[in-house]
T-cell receptor, first 113, second 114 residues
Framework: GDSVTQMEGPVTLSEEAFLTINCTYT??????LFWYVQYPGEGLQLLLK?????DKGSNKGFEATYRKETTSFHLEKGSVQVSDSAVYFC????????????FGAGTTVTVRA | DTEVTQTPKHLVMGMTNKKSLKCEQH?????MYWYKQKAKKPPELMFV???????INESVRSRFSPECPNSSLLNLHLHALQPEDSALYLC?????????????FGSGTQLSVL
């Protein structure tokens, strides 16, 4: 079945450091890919998404490119802030009409001042 | 209004209690979801309602009973729970045409079963 594998961390960084969280997927067909973020004590929020190969999703300085050849959707940010401390989930949807999201295990990121 | 509101935020219940979790949204979304999230784990889908009809039940035990009384409200009725059911219960909503275009999540109900 469809699945997502992401580095689990935890990841600890200093402010203004470069962040990358690896995410790879296994799927039949042409899935949509997402990054969700969960701040402490809150629900998940959509951070960015990509629906086809070579699409780049971006939001709040974060970027991820849908790479079909490497089945990857790595999350990157050039300069992190303390406020980026959160848990990041990579997720996959088999199709646009699919109600189910397959989530990765989540990566806890802590940014220190 | 782009919020999904869940009540209560915290709930402690005994194994013989009956309680309900509530979820409300006013974004006009016609798909609503219940997820269960254990600590340091990803959310797990429990139920999906589409146009107020149960669309997906991920083989959830009968001690969890969902209800969608109208297009804005979603309830989860709890009865005879076990301690392993302690978790964060998240409600979410979306447009049913492209359900995973964007899911809006509530902040969750942190449930403890004693």
């Amino acid at each position: 079945g469809d699945s997502v594998t992401q580095m689990e961390g935890p990841v600890t960084l200093s402010e203004e450091a470069f962040l990358t969280i690896n995410c790879t997927y296994t799927a039949t067909g042409y899935p949509s890919l997402f990054w969700y973020v969960q701040y402490p004590g809150e629900g998940l929020q959509l951070l960015l998404k990509a629906t086809k190969a070579d699409d780049k999703g971006s939001n709040k300085g974060f970027e991820a490119t849908y790479r079909k050849e490497t089945t990857s959707f790595h999350l990157e940010k050039g300069s992190v802030q303390v406020s980026d401390s959160a848990v990041y989930f990579c997720a996959l949807s088999a199709g646009s009409n699919d109600y189910k999201l397959s989530f990765g295990a989540g990566t806890t990121v802590t940014v220190r001042a | 209004d782009t919020e999904v509101t869940q009540t209560p935020k915290h709930l402690v219940m005994g194994m013989t209690n009956k309680k309900s979790l509530k979820c409300e949204q006013h974004m006009g979304h016609r798909a609503m979801y219940w997820y269960k999230q254990k600590a340091k784990k990803p959310p797990e889908l429990m139920f999906v309602y589409s146009y107020e009809k149960l669309s997906i039940n991920e083989s959830v035990r009968s001690r969890f009973s969902p209800e969608c009384p109208n297009s804005s409200l979603l309830n989860l009725h709890l009865h005879a729970l076990q301690p392993e059911d302690s978790a964060l219960y998240l409600c979410a909503s979306s447009q049913p045409g492209q359900p995973n275009e964007k899911l809006f999540f509530g902040s969750g109900t942190q449930l403890s079963v004693l």
